[in-house]
């Protein structure tokens, strides 16, 4: 298998064109796959593997004129956490990235390879579908931009075409947001897999909620929202009452699966529960 290191993004979207290239972020999704497909035989392996973390244009944070921040897809998940703008503006991905995984992975992942990935356990994802990120992918055609919820299609499946690459994941201006949460629930306090995760964001008008956003990772093929329990909360103080009214509709539209991590019973109730943290926020 051969190894391309390009330093620019033109000499990354010429790497892009050798038939069956894969792009390489951090490796600890793709790595872990290809050593069990060459134990497998089954697929194929990528006849070439480009590395994106030599292309400067592809890292770091920013913001945008219009007041967005700008994510560069090949930042590493602790890059991400060591940054002021997003420790400030984003503290809800933040607490995400701080349950990512362990140190060494956190050094070595990136948020595109969370974002392509496509897992329902991504932990970055639940907070940047409350958020409404979009994503730039570019190639040498040019760029373009799409939400990140039409983006991911299932796991593992996303609208990237071939010789394309996620450049940044873009998170809109909003509005201010007075509750921003996101909590994981795994099978143990540390290096877990998500069992279920919320992440939520509530804006408060007068003391009565105006706004909810919630999005939950594990409970579906992909990020799960759940319009009936946002609009259950909106005009409501953040109550124990509301929020458990809340968790009641989110157990009742809720569809997990069961796997080895945790049954669909226990996924259910969990969900509905995680709610009734914001109460104490
Ligand atoms: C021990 C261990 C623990 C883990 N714990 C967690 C955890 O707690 N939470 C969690 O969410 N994940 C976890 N992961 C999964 C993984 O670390 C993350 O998903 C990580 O963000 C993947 O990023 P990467 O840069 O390593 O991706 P890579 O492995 O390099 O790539 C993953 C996929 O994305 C594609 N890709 C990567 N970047 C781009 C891009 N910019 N454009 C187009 N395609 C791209 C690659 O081609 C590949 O298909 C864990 C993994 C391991 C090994």
């Known amino acids: 298998m051969r190894v391309q290191s390009p330093r620019d993004l033109a000499e990354l979207f010429e790497a892009l064109q050798t038939p069956g290239a ?15 497909a060459r134990k497998d035989g089954v697929k194929p392996l990528p006849a070439s593997l480009v590395r994106l973390d030599g292309v400067e244009a592809l890292r770091g944070v920013r913001r945008e004129a219009d007041g967005a921040l700008r994510l560069g897809a090949a930042s590493t998940h602790a890059e991400l956490l060591a940054h002021p703008l997003v420790r400030a503006a984003l503290p809800e991905l933040a607490a995400a990235l701080t349950q990512l995984g362990s140190p060494p992975i956190r050094n070595m992942g990136t948020l595109g390879g969370n974002i392509c990935t496509a897992s329902p356990a991504g932990d970055c994802l639940p907070p940047l579908y409350a958020l409404g990120a979009v994503v730039e992918l570019a190639s040498q055609a040019g760029a373009r931009r799409m939400r990140l919820a039409e983006f991911i299609a299932g796991p593992g499946r996303t609208g990237l075409k071939p010789g394309e690459v996620l450049a940044a994941a873009i998170v809109p201006p909003a509005p201010e947001f007075q509750v921003r949460h996101f909590e994981k629930v795994g099978r143990r306090g540390a290096l877990a897999i ?38 259950e909360l909106v005009g409501r103080k953040p109550t124990l009452a509301a929020l458990s009214a809340a968790a009641a509709v989110v157990r009742e539209n809720v569809r997990p699966i069961g796997d080895l991590r945790a049954s669909a019973d226990y996924r259910r109730q969990v969900a509905g529960n995680l709610l009734l943290r914001l109460a104490l926020l």
């Open 22 to 36: 894969q792009p390489l972020a951090g490796g600890t999704d793709l790595l872990v796959r290809l050593r069990a």
């Open 194 to 231: 998500a069992v279920v995760s919320l992440s939520a964001l509530l804006r408060l008008e007068r003391g009565r909620i105006a706004e909810a956003r919630l999005a939950w990772g594990s409970v579906g093929p992909t990020v799960w929202r759940c319009p009936e329990a946002e609009a």
